[in-house]
Every structure is written in C-alpha cells, then in structure tokens.
C-alpha cells in the first residue's frame, strides 16, 4: 500500500453510558487477534499504563480504551475512547514507537507502515515529510469531547502492525492540538504531549 492512501476518519462525541459489542471472530488468515489496552490515567510515579503528563488538560482519574482490530484484509481499525477529559475540547492523538514513560518523550516518533528514509529507521526522530507524515501512512485519531469530556474517535488503516520484533507501536499519545496536514505547522505535529497510553499493538 501507497503512503499517499488517507483513511476513513470518523470522530464523534458520546455520552457517559456506553455499550461495547462483543467482537466477531476474525476472518481466516487474519495475522493477529485484536489488541486493548485500558487505564485510568495518573501522574507519572503513580502510572502503570495510562501516564499524564498535563494534569489541566488530561486530569488524573480521566479514562481511556485504545482497542486495535486487524480485519483480514490488511486493514487495521484503531478506536479511542475516552471518558473525563476537558468538556468541548479537541486533542490530537497518535501512535507512537514505544511504550509511555516518565516523560512523553519516552514514547518516541509516531509509528509509520512507510518508513520516512529520511529518519534512517530512527523510532525517535519525527518525520516531517507529507509522503510519510499523513494519516494514512500514520495512525490518527483525533478525539473531540463532549459536554461531560467524553469522546470516541476511530481510524481504518489499509495496513497491519508490523510484528513488535520489526518495530511495531506500543503507545498512543494525546496531544494538545488537532492534527497539522502541512502549512506553517510541520504536518503530523499536534503540540505538546499531554498524556499516554501504553497498547501492546
């Protein structure tokens, strides 16, 4: 698959209640089964999975599922879901290389299926090239909060992960501004790194 291909981008806000339908078998051949991870986020000494690191913009106590399911077809569909963040607020949010830490630098550069070979492989350096820095190259899922801080967004990529031995992503990064595509902001970047979450894609 081309990194030009853009993926099926739905974000939409949600109320407190919410039902989650069972998952249905995998299609034959399917690589992997789905992944989830949750957690409640917390300060970085206190955090197992769910790190903040801007208590005003990402409060301790907030939730969050990150849920990963391969279809068979060499798609990915990634959800975030996520429940007392700020109300009417939208965050930026990423996969990343590796997993959260005490910083949100820990988590590295956000995970590409085409390699920028500009960074040289590199899991830490960020690509800032629009053939490699998209959202159908990257994993994008921007999240838009409703009255009481809830939200759901959801990506389909036209690829799978990469086994975790050949660098496959182990975090998703919320971040403090939606998206940049390109212009005076280098596309991919979403500012500061408020919070993440540890997903054993």
Known sequence: MTASRRPVLVVAAFGAALTIAAWTALPAGAADGPVEAAGTFAAPLDATTAFTYDVTQVPV???????????????TVVTLHAWGLLPDETYGAHAHYKPCGATGAAAGAHYQNAQDPA???????????????????EVWID???????NGRAQTVVDWAFRPTANGSPRA???HLNTTSTGGSVP???????????????
């Open 172 to 174: 998703v990064i919320l």
């Open 187 to 201: 596309p991919g970047n979403a500012g500061a790194r408020l919070a993440c979450v540890t997903v054993p894609f």
């Open 61 to 75: 106590g907030a939730r969050v599922v990150v849920r990963a399911v391969p279809t068979g077809s060499h798609k």
């Open 143 to 149: 999240l838009v909060t409703n009255a009481d801080g």
């Open 119 to 137: 960074v040289g492989g590199s899991e830490t350096t960020a690509s800032v090239d629009s053939s490699y820095a998209n959202p159908g190259n």
